[in-house]
C-alpha cells in the first residue's frame, strides 16, 4: 500500500460515454500526477498540480479533463475517447512539484475502450 | 529525453544478487538518480536514490561510480517477487518530471 488509491481499477467504456476516474492520496502531499502507460511504451506523463493548480499540461488532447477539488483528490473526467486511448491509468503524489520529491503510486485504472 | 539508458532485459537466479546497470553520462552536478520498479500491471514502486555517495536501504543497495556517470542497482538476494521492470530515472530540471523510459525487464529464475 502507497498511499494512494485509485478507482475505479477497470473500466469498460463506448466512444461516446462519459466516465471519470479518482485518485486520492493519504500522504498530506501537495503536488499529483496523472500518467498514461500504452501497452509496450513508456508510462507518458498528461499532467501536473501543485497546490491544486495545474502547471503542466503535457499537450494531452482535450477529451481528457482533469480537475483538483483539494490537495487530496485528482480526477480524469473523460468524454469521446477513442481505442487507442485504451491504456494504464496512473496516479501519484509527491511531498512537492519541485526536485527531489520522490513519487508514490497508485495501482492505476485499466481503461478499455470500445 | 530519457537522460539514462539500461539493457532492456536481465535474468538472476534466485537468492543471488541481481546487478541492474545504467548509464547517465550528462548527468550534471545536482541531479539525483531515481530508481522505481513496476511490477506487471501495478504502479511503479519507488526503491532508491542517491546523489553521488553510495545508498542502502532496506529493499536495495545504489552504487553511483565517482564520475556520476553510471550506477548500479543491487538486489542482494533476489526473489522471485522481485521480477518487476526496472527504471533509472533522472528528473528533469523543471517541474519534478520523471521520465520512465523502457527499463530493463529483470526475471528471477527459480
Known amino acids: 500500500e502507497t498511499g494512494v488509491t485509485q478507482t475505479p481499477r477497470h473500466l469498460v467504456m463506448g466512444m461516446t460515454n462519459k466516465k471519470s476516474l479518482k485518485c486520492e492520496q493519504h500522504?498530506?502531499?501537495?503536488?499529483m500526477y496523472w500518467y498514461k502507460q500504452s501497452a509496450k511504451k513508456p508510462l507518458e506523463l498528461m499532467f501536473v498540480?501543485?497546490?491544486?493548480?495545474?502547471?503542466e499540461n503535457n499537450s494531452v488532447p482535450s477529451r481528457f479533463s482533469p480537475e483538483c477539488p483539494n490537495s487530496s483528490h485528482l480526477f480524469l473526467h473523460l468524454h469521446t475517447l477513442q481505442p487507442e486511448d485504451s491504456a494504464l491509468y496512473l496516479c501519484?503524489?509527491?511531498?512537492?512539484?519541485?526536485?527531489?520529491?520522490?513519487?508514490?503510486f497508485g495501482p492505476g485504472t485499466r481503461l478499455t475502450v470500445l | 529525453d530519457a537522460k539514462t539508458t539500461q539493457p532492456p532485459s536481465m535474468d538472476c537466479a534466485e537468492g543471488r544478487a541481481a546487478n541492474l546497470p545504467c548509464n547517465h553520462s550528462?548527468?550534471?552536478?545536482?541531479?539525483?538518480v531515481y530508481w522505481y520498479r513496476q511490477i506487471h500491471s501495478q504502479g511503479p514502486q519507488y526503491i532508491i536514490h542517491?546523489?553521488?555517495n553510495n545508498e542502502t536501504n532496506e529493499m536495495a543497495s545504489l552504487i553511483i561510480t565517482e564520475d556520476r556517470k553510471s550506477s548500479t542497482l543491487i538486489l542482494p538476494h533476489a526473489t522471485l517477487r522481485d521480477t518487476a521492470v526496472y527504471y533509472c530515472?533522472?528528473?528533469?530540471?523543471?517541474?519534478?518530471?520523471?521520465?520512465f523510459g523502457t527499463g530493463t525487464s529483470l526475471t528471477v529464475i527459480p
Open positions: 501519484a503524489s509527491s511531498q512537492d512539484q519541485g526536485l527531489y520529491n520522490e513519487q508514490f
Open positions: 500522504l498530506g502531499h501537495n503536488a
Open positions: 498540480y501543485s497546490l491544486e493548480e495545474r502547471v
Open positions: 550528462t548527468i550534471s552536478g545536482n541531479e539525483y
Open positions: 542517491g546523489l553521488k
Open positions: 530515472i533522472v528528473p528533469r530540471d523543471t517541474g519534478n518530471q520523471f521520465y
